[in-house]
């Protein structure tokens, strides 16, 4: 419960802060209007559900045409046949769906309500609160494992030194815990206590790592920052926690960075539907000529909208729920194949367009590479150790080998720089059930921690206020106070500590960071340059490692500024990193540089080999330096030994720019390699002319990216090729790059789950996706794209043969077929065989992945074009038209013969569809075979029933199989000899593949 007030105005920090007035919270004071906490993640209510599905149905030209169609029935004028022949299939359609959104939002419901029924102590009240009736101001106990209801300030934890652990992988997707800590004022205060705290905080924001707050308690005031907060959705790892409620319901953290997914549409999807509109123009003309023939007369309009309606068949309505099904079927397939286990399909609507990608984006840490750090080699200035060579690394740290003052002086550079390696880090060490780990944001931090410890120097402790180290082989102890600590962020790229030891009473400032930055805060060197640049030629992530020693004076007037510009509510953090940078970061003595490594990702090699092979241009989209993104594009063959790298970096003139562009226009086969910089001048400037030059290369490496960058740079793939991007990722820097996908691959990794939860499809590791795209892609995209030509052919060849009785009859628009044998068509009597499309194969998946040049005709759309579409237009006229006619001749065209035509001609339709559906298939399986003879079966069994449509007498007759026959094979031998013949002379790239 809080009282709200305009304080000031806050400065908009890069997006991070929002501008507006401040928050008074007092505890148990009435408060303004605050949003409720209650969850809701539902899409619908009962209000909304009708309409928003009926909109998102009717959108699709396919459902719209066919509402107009049943529509029509209404009116006694324009109604042929049954109305339920062109209600029921539609009404079909969009029960299905109704049903499957209603499903999924009671689930959403339930989900909701679980945690909106979760009850909370408030301090204060008697009876436990539901987390949906919290409101800010309100004084609530968490405790272990239990989830922090809404954004709150820690005023007060069971741990004496204030600290608390949270695990915010249902936030940010990372999987370490991360330490937060009560407010020094309120720590020691009794609970009744707590109420007469004041706390002001900045307007709701988007921004999971900033805060800017003061806590107010007496005269005394405080800063608060993002270390004092624990927001929406995290759980609370250790202990428990008192917190006051500063923000509810949608204006939590966790609310305002929930976004709907946007819905993806496929590129087959889109094809398809221009195709339906081709064929409505079709049906208008067709209907506009068979009344023209019959002259205009009498109510011509009339008959236009009748024949309107006996043609709609042409575009059939059970299109979109068969590719639907489809893709339910493809995703069951992914899921549940065993060698990429335990792969999500996230956003089922798209697994087409895995067999349609170009261009692929990929991260590199955690992507490429496994995330998993190992220190590998440090540098002193004279001397660099590796390998074994970390031995004597130890035994300098033991104070053995120091036998002669050459090796005395380097021995104390090694200890130097291995006592602030065990210092400069927010690593922690936990002991659970006997066992310790250690905890940090980062795993480069955990990795020089656990090298440290192999070397003799190991943590032993750690909490807000102390350190303390302990020396391997001996029972002496270092006690270390901390005094300040500057964490680690992308815009300053480096970490500080300081602290003081507290036997010797010295103050020692340690800070470590990206080259880049540190060259220009430690006092001048001739080598450090030289040698980051060999160890990121070795793979290797590179840290700078300084020192600065400080007398009490010195610190005490750094803290009062400090202190002072801790206070400041405007640009408090810019003004901050000022003060530190003018008092602290000055010629600070280089202890040493230490290169990390991060290994490849298993069978990375082979996998970007065979999808470069595939024909899919890669680009590496990285945040390290230009030296470690090129040795790791060579080492993971993402550029093949040899190939000229092309390097542009640090430029900042436009009117160098199209000396470069013209350069690759010309030289064509080379790789670029581009750093942010250069790239946000190319992007600002020349973004069209560096996207079509870029596009064309065969390999793009981008270094020192931001998250946006890759974003844009999907982004603008897509609108300049309009071809397909996949782009994937597995950290929460990825997430941006993914959305911005046409399809989107998240991996599980070491930084969490947050790019997997938020991509279309989630593997385990990078190798997967060479299946997923190869095998998968493929079968997924030319078995729909063939179940929608059969389809679209069953609709289209019953339509031609109406159309054929319709000028035999003398222009009448009279239903051919209609009532059961029409809905029986499209569903009982034809549905099965059609839909088993989707389990056939064209290769086996070892053909596929030993040939990966079958994936480029893909990419090419020739499964489903233009000129497919007509062939089976021209098949469907061919066979539709000596079908009917056939069919008359035989029979007759007198009302007497009118039964046994339909029978002849719609046995024969049907027959032909079956026979049709079996030249099509290349690996026949068991369900194919069943759905084959089921379907036969069915009909047989079903035409004692169709006494309205059949005379049954004509079926014990020799005639109406002699003529069955002939009308069945006459429209089947020719399309037959037609394919034997192409096969012969041109025989398609996949069956040359299989011959082999």
């Given at each position: 419960?809080?009282?709200?007030?305009a304080?000031d105005?806050?400065?908009?920090?890069?997006?991070s802060?929002?501008?507006?007035?401040?928050?008074?919270?007092?505890?148990?004071?009435?408060?303004?209007?605050?949003?409720?906490n209650?969850?809701?993640?539902?899409?619908?209510?009962?209000?909304?559900?009708?309409?928003?599905i009926?909109?998102?149905?009717?959108?699709?030209?396919i459902?719209?045409?066919?509402?107009?169609?049943?529509?029509?029935?209404?009116?006694?004028?324009?109604?042929?046949?049954?109305?339920?022949?062109?209600?029921?299939?539609?009404?079909?359609?969009?029960?299905v769906?109704?049903?499957?959104?209603?499903?999924?939002?009671?689930?959403?419901?339930?989900?909701?309500a679980?945690?909106?029924?979760?009850?909370?102590?408030?301090?204060?009240?008697?009876?436990?609160?539901?987390s949906?009736?919290?409101?800010?101001?309100?004084?609530?106990?968490?405790?272990?494992?239990?989830?922090?209801?809404?954004?709150?300030?820690?005023?007060?934890?069971?741990?004496?030194?204030?600290?608390?652990?949270?695990?915010?992988?249902?936030?940010?997707?990372?999987?370490?815990?991360?330490?937060?800590?009560?407010?020094?004022?309120?720590?020691?205060?009794?609970?009744?206590?707590?109420s007469?705290?004041?706390?002001?905080a900045?307007?709701?924001?988007?921004?999971?790592?900033?805060?800017?707050?003061?806590?107010?308690?007496?005269?005394?005031?405080?800063?608060?920052?993002?270390?004092?907060?624990?927001?929406a959705?995290?759980?609370?790892?250790?202990?428990?926690?008192?917190?006051?409620?500063?923000?509810?319901?949608s204006?939590?953290?966790?609310?305002?960075?929930?976004?709907?997914?946007?819905g993806?549409?496929?590129?087959?999807?889109?094809?398809?539907?221009?195709?339906?509109?081709?064929?409505?123009?079709?049906?208008?003309?067709?209907?506009?000529?068979?009344?023209?023939?019959?002259g205009?007369?009498?109510q011509?309009?009339?008959?236009?909208?009748?024949?309107?309606?006996?043609?709609?068949?042409?575009?059939?309505?059970?299109?979109?729920?068969?590719?639907?099904?489809?893709?339910?079927?493809?995703?069951?397939?992914?899921?549940?194949?065993?060698?990429?286990?335990?792969?999500?399909v996230?956003?089922?609507?798209?697994?087409?367009?895995?067999?349609?990608?170009?261009?692929?984006?990929?991260d590199k840490?955690?992507?490429?590479?496994?995330?998993?750090?190992?220190?590998?080699?440090?540098?002193?200035?004279?001397?660099?150790?590796?390998?074994?060579?970390?031995?004597?690394?130890?035994?300098y740290?033991?104070?053995?080998?120091?036998?002669?003052?050459?090796?005395?002086?380097?021995?104390?550079?090694v200890?130097?720089?291995?006592?602030?390696?065990?210092?400069?880090?927010?690593?922690?060490?936990?002991?659970?059930?006997?066992?310790?780990?250690?905890?940090?944001?980062?795993?480069?931090?955990?990795a020089?921690?656990?090298?440290?410890?192999?070397?003799?120097?190991v943590l032993?402790?750690?909490?807000?206020?102390?350190?303390?180290?302990?020396?391997?082989?001996?029972?002496?102890?270092?006690?270390?106070?901390?005094?300040?600590?500057?964490?680690?962020?992308?815009?300053t790229?480096?970490?500080?500590?300081?602290?003081?030891?507290?036997?010797?009473?010295?103050?020692t400032?340690?800070?470590?960071?990206?080259?880049?930055?540190?060259?220009?805060?430690?006092?001048?060197?001739?080598?450090?340059?030289?040698?980051?640049?060999?160890?990121?030629?070795e793979?290797?992530?590179?840290?700078?490692?300084?020192?600065?020693?400080?007398?009490a004076?010195?610190?005490?007037?750094?803290?009062?500024?400090?202190?002072?510009?801790s206070?400041?509510?405007?640009?408090?953090?810019?003004?901050?990193?000022?003060?530190?940078?003018?008092?602290?970061?000055?010629?600070?003595?280089?202890?040493?540089?230490?290169?990390?490594?991060?290994?490849?990702?298993?069978?990375?090699?082979?996998?970007?080999?065979?999808?470069?092979?595939?024909?899919?241009?890669?680009?590496?989209?990285?945040?390290?330096?230009?030296?470690?993104?090129?040795?790791?594009?060579?080492?993971?063959?993402?550029?093949?030994?040899?190939?000229?790298?092309?390097?542009?970096?640090?430029?900042?003139?436009?009117?160098?720019?199209?000396?470069?562009?013209?350069?690759?226009?010309?030289?064509?086969?080379?790789?670029?390699?581009?750093?942010?910089?250069?790239?946000?001048?190319?992007?600002?400037?020349?973004?069209?002319?560096?996207?079509?030059?870029?596009?064309?290369l065969?390999?793009?490496?981008?270094?020192?990216?931001?998250?946006?960058?890759?974003?844009?740079?999907?982004?603008?793939?897509?609108?300049?090729?309009?071809?397909?991007?996949?782009?994937?990722?597995?950290g929460?820097?990825?997430?941006?790059?993914?959305?911005?996908?046409?399809?989107?691959?998240?991996?599980?990794?070491?930084?969490?789950?947050?790019?997997?939860?938020?991509?279309?499809?989630?593997?385990?590791?990078?190798?997967?996706?060479?299946?997923?795209?190869?095998?998968?892609?493929?079968?997924?995209?030319?078995?729909?794209?063939?179940?929608?030509?059969?389809?679209?052919?069953?609709?289209?060849?019953?339509?031609?043969?109406?159309?054929?009785?319709?000028?035999?009859?003398?222009?009448?628009?009279?239903?051919?077929?209609?009532?059961?044998?029409?809905?029986?068509?499209?569903?009982?009597?034809?549905?099965?065989?059609?839909?088993?499309?989707?389990?056939?194969?064209?290769?086996?998946?070892?053909?596929?992945?030993?040939?990966?040049?079958?994936?480029?005709?893909l990419?090419?759309?020739?499964?489903?074009?233009?000129?497919?579409?007509?062939?089976?237009?021209?098949?469907?006229?061919?066979?539709?038209?000596?079908?009917?006619?056939?069919?008359?001749?035989?029979?007759?065209?007198?009302?007497?013969?009118?039964?046994?035509?339909?029978?002849?001609?719609f046995?024969?339709?049907?027959?032909?569809?079956?026979?049709?559906?079996?030249?099509?298939?290349?690996?026949?399986?068991?369900?194919?075979?069943?759905?084959?003879?089921?379907?036969?079966?069915?009909?047989?069994?079903?035409?004692?029933?169709?006494?309205?449509?059949?005379?049954?007498?004509?079926?014990?007759?020799?005639?109406?199989?002699?003529?069955?026959?002939?009308?069945?094979?006459?429209?089947?031998?020719?399309?037959?000899?037609?394919?034997?013949?192409?096969?012969r002379v041109?025989?398609?790239?996949?069956?040359?593949?299989?011959?082999?």
């Open positions: 419960m809080s009282k709200i007030d304080v105005d806050q400065e908009s920090d890069d997006g802060e929002p501008t507006g007035p401040s928050r008074i919270i007092r505890p148990f004071t009435k408060n303004g209007k605050n949003p409720s209650a969850i809701s993640n539902a899409k619908y209510n009962p209000f909304t559900f009708l309409p928003i009926l909109y998102e149905q009717f959108k699709f030209f459902n719209l045409y066919f509402l107009l169609v049943a529509l029509s029935q209404i009116v006694p004028a324009l109604r042929i046949g049954y109305l339920s022949s062109y209600v029921l299939p539609l009404a079909f359609v969009l029960f769906t109704m049903s499957k959104e209603a499903l999924d939002d009671i689930a959403r419901r339930r989900r909701d679980e945690s909106n029924k979760e009850a909370y102590e408030v301090l204060g009240k008697a009876d436990m609160v539901r949906r009736d919290l409101k800010v101001g309100d004084l609530i106990i968490i405790n272990k494992d239990q989830r922090v209801p809404a954004d709150v300030i820690l005023l007060k934890s069971s741990e004496v030194t204030g600290e608390s652990f949270i695990r915010t992988d249902q936030l940010d997707g990372e999987t370490d815990w991360k330490l937060r800590i009560a407010c020094p004022l309120t720590q020691s205060l009794p609970d009744d206590l707590l007469n705290v004041t706390i002001t900045t307007p709701p924001t988007k921004s999971i790592h900033h805060f800017l707050g003061r806590l107010q308690l007496d005269s005394a005031n405080l800063p608060l920052s993002i270390d004092n907060t624990m927001w959705n995290t759980v609370l790892a250790s202990g428990h926690a008192i917190g006051c409620v500063i923000y509810t319901g204006e939590t953290r966790q609310a305002m960075n929930t976004s709907k997914a946007r993806k549409t496929g590129l087959l999807e889109l094809e398809i539907n221009s195709l339906s509109k081709i064929l409505c123009i079709c049906v208008f003309l067709l209907s506009l000529l068979l009344v023209g023939l019959s205009f007369h009498g011509w309009y009339v008959s236009i909208f009748r024949f309107l309606v006996l043609f709609s068949s042409i575009i059939p309505v059970s299109l979109r729920v068969n590719l639907d099904l489809g893709k339910s079927v493809y995703a069951y397939l992914i899921e549940h194949d065993k060698a990429i286990p335990e792969t999500i996230r956003t089922s609507t798209i697994p087409e367009d895995l067999g349609r990608i170009e261009y692929l984006l990929t840490t955690g992507t490429l590479t496994q995330n998993d750090m190992e220190l590998k080699k440090i540098h002193v200035g004279t001397v660099s150790y590796a390998g074994e060579a970390m031995d004597e690394v130890a035994n740290v033991s104070g053995e080998g120091q036998n002669t003052r050459s090796r005395r002086d380097i021995g104390v550079r200890r130097d720089l291995v006592f602030a390696l065990a210092v400069c880090h927010n690593v922690t060490p936990v002991y659970e059930d006997g066992e310790s780990s250690y905890q940090a944001a980062s795993p480069d931090e955990i020089i921690v656990k090298w440290t410890e192999s070397v003799g120097l032993a402790k750690r909490d807000r206020q102390s350190i303390v180290l302990s020396y391997a082989g001996s029972k002496a102890e270092q006690h270390l106070e901390i005094l300040q600590i500057f964490p680690f962020s992308s815009e790229k480096r970490m500080g500590i300081v602290v003081r030891d507290v036997e010797k009473d010295e103050i400032f340690f800070e470590k960071g990206a080259d880049s930055i540190m060259g220009k805060i430690v006092q001048k060197n001739d080598w450090l340059e030289e040698e980051t640049g060999n160890m990121a030629r793979g290797l992530r590179t840290l700078v490692i300084g020192r600065k020693k400080l007398t004076e010195a610190y005490n007037f750094f803290l009062e500024k400090y202190t002072a510009a206070l400041v509510l405007k640009d408090r953090e810019g003004e901050m990193q000022r003060v530190v940078s003018e008092y602290l970061e000055k010629d600070l003595d280089l202890l040493g540089l230490t290169g990390v490594e991060d290994k490849l990702q298993e069978n990375v090699k082979p996998s970007l080999e065979l999808l470069r092979n595939a024909g899919i241009k890669i680009w590496m989209l990285t945040g390290d330096k230009v030296e470690t993104a090129r040795c790791v594009a060579v080492s993971a063959k993402l550029v093949p030994r040899g190939q000229y790298i092309h390097t542009i970096a640090g430029m900042n003139r436009p009117e160098l720019a199209f000396d470069q562009l013209d350069y690759l226009r010309t030289k064509g086969d080379c790789c670029l390699l581009i750093d942010g910089e250069s790239l946000s001048m190319f992007l600002s400037n020349y973004e069209k002319e560096f996207i079509e030059v870029a596009v064309t065969p390999a793009v490496i981008a270094c020192r990216c931001s998250p946006t960058q890759k974003a844009e740079i999907a982004k603008l793939i897509k609108t300049f090729t309009k071809k397909r991007v996949c782009c994937i990722g597995d929460g820097n990825d997430v941006s790059m993914i959305q911005a996908a046409d399809v989107g691959v998240g991996i599980v990794g070491k930084e969490g789950k947050q790019a997997s939860l938020a991509a279309d499809f989630s593997i385990l590791q990078f190798c997967y996706l060479t299946k997923l795209l190869v095998w998968h892609g493929r079968n997924s995209y030319k078995q729909s794209a063939k179940l929608a030509q059969f389809i679209i052919h069953r609709g289209l060849i019953i339509s031609v043969a109406q159309a054929v009785y319709s000028m035999q009859s003398g222009f009448e628009p009279i239903a051919l077929y209609q009532g059961l044998l029409l809905v029986g068509y499209a569903t009982i009597y034809t549905m099965m065989p059609v839909f088993s499309l989707v389990l056939d194969r064209d290769v086996d998946e070892n053909v596929a992945e030993l040939y990966p040049e079958l994936y480029k005709e990419t090419e759309g020739k499964s489903l074009s233009y000129l497919t579409f007509f062939v089976w237009v021209l098949i469907s006229v061919y066979q539709g038209a000596i079908i009917q006619g056939l069919a008359s001749v035989f029979v007759g065209l007198d009302y007497e013969s009118f039964m046994n035509m339909v029978a002849v001609g046995t024969a339709i049907l027959l032909n569809e079956l026979l049709m559906v079996a030249m099509e298939v290349i690996t026949w399986n068991k369900i194919m075979i069943a759905c084959e003879i089921v379907t036969f079966t069915a009909y047989v069994a079903s035409i004692p029933f169709l006494t309205d449509y059949y005379d049954l007498n004509y079926f014990l007759t020799g005639d109406f199989y002699w003529q069955t026959a002939a009308a069945t094979g006459a429209s089947l031998v020719p399309i037959w000899l037609v394919k034997v013949i192409k096969r041109r025989p398609p790239t996949y069956a040359k593949v299989r011959q082999r």
